[in-house]
DNA sequence: TTTTCATCATTTCTCGATATTTTCCTTGTG
DNA sequence: CACAAGGAAAATATCGAGAAATGATGAAAA
């Protein structure tokens, strides 16, 4: 329903389907592991060194590492090569407000806007997400939770017209689940997750759009609040 | 003032040096002329017929048109090359309203934090600018209008805290640069540009932030609304 | 005439090798 | 002992050639 071929491609939008290229491939996985935390924030990026890990050549990987700078997962300085981007309490503030003033814009408009469709959707994806909610609590459906975490806020804000918002925030996105794996995430199952996703599902349904972006201001506030950086994974220079 | 190195480094930031790789080299020189219009949306981008343009190899050309996709300027589609990113006038709308948005916001946190530093910087963009604009009226002193006119932008908003909102806005501004360049421009001239900045910069400097955003509002979709877009360069799939 | 299919030319994508730059270590000097 | 200079080692950035994919052309069948 919302991945209707853009009129212009932002790369991020296209991901449903299989990657078709191995600088794409490299990109994906590079991506997952540096989101994940199996490559630590500031560490070097050796493109002789771990080009045989992904299997491919010097300039495919390198193109890959040159595409993760855009999304400020990599960063790299003029002749000196490529590093995983470090991390710092005042990014993570930022990253969190801004992704808090442009998802409640999208939402409004998603609230306005939606239609019997959107609805549909939205159900759906807040029934998935209740379901893997309670799988959560028993084993470790840590990932299909997160996934399924994702599309929830994916179609709360799916009916917003705006295809600039929806790049940024997917960007914004990967940022802020970076920092949740990194955290200790000591604080976590404190929290009554579900009923803030319940609550924030009513009020959209009910095109209460006060309520609902105040609920999801405080949901992602809380959400990155409960994240506390180890000191080693802090950013040094 | 404002170009103190960041924590990590986005890409459109650290623009002020010159390119020290041929990627980054390759990567602006296409990027002016696909902003300036030199290159028509939707023209596909042969590897092998610019490489001699550009002075570069096919692996070098292909990470700098890479690049150039994240700032959705260039389109690539699996594995069928890449092209100049289409242009049309829904994606006009939704760059200007976005902009707006996070504009006025930054400019909101700009007027709230700025010192006195600030006041002085913002004091002698203006200067520049106006002058700019005076030239603009004799000769063809576009490009120096042009550069003056985003460092003024850049200085309003520059104590704004949130690199993120900035890093989003220089990937807004240059998108509408492109559409200002491949307008007709009929209706340039008549507007007062110069009254526009001028009653901008006076409600920044009084730390009137509701009348600044409100006119900054205003001052973008004038801008744009002006842009017509000329049929031959529309969206074609 | 229209559709289908095979073949071929064009273009994209990828890799290994090479030249250039940076980094680190050793050595000499104030 | 601190510090600068020089050189070796490592890593980066780049190129040109080869493998894979696309879509274009034209012949055969419906």
Known sequence: MFHTSPPYAIRQENEVAEPKTLVEAAYRSLRRNIIEGRLSPGEKLRIEHIKNDYGVGGATLREALSLLTSDALVVSQGQRGFRVAPVSLEDLADITETRVMLECTALRQSIALGDEAWEAELTAAFHRLTRAEERL???????????????????LIAACPSRWIKHFLSILYHQAERYRHLSLRRSEGTRRLHDEHAALFEAAMAR???????????????TLQSVSLDNASTASH
């Open 137 to 155: 609590a028993e084993g470790n459906n840590r990932e299909q939770w997160e996934e399924r975490n994702r599309i929830f806020h994916e179609v």
């Open 208 to 222: 209460d759009a006060d309520t609902a972006t105040h609920l999801l201001g405080e949901h992602i506030r809380l």
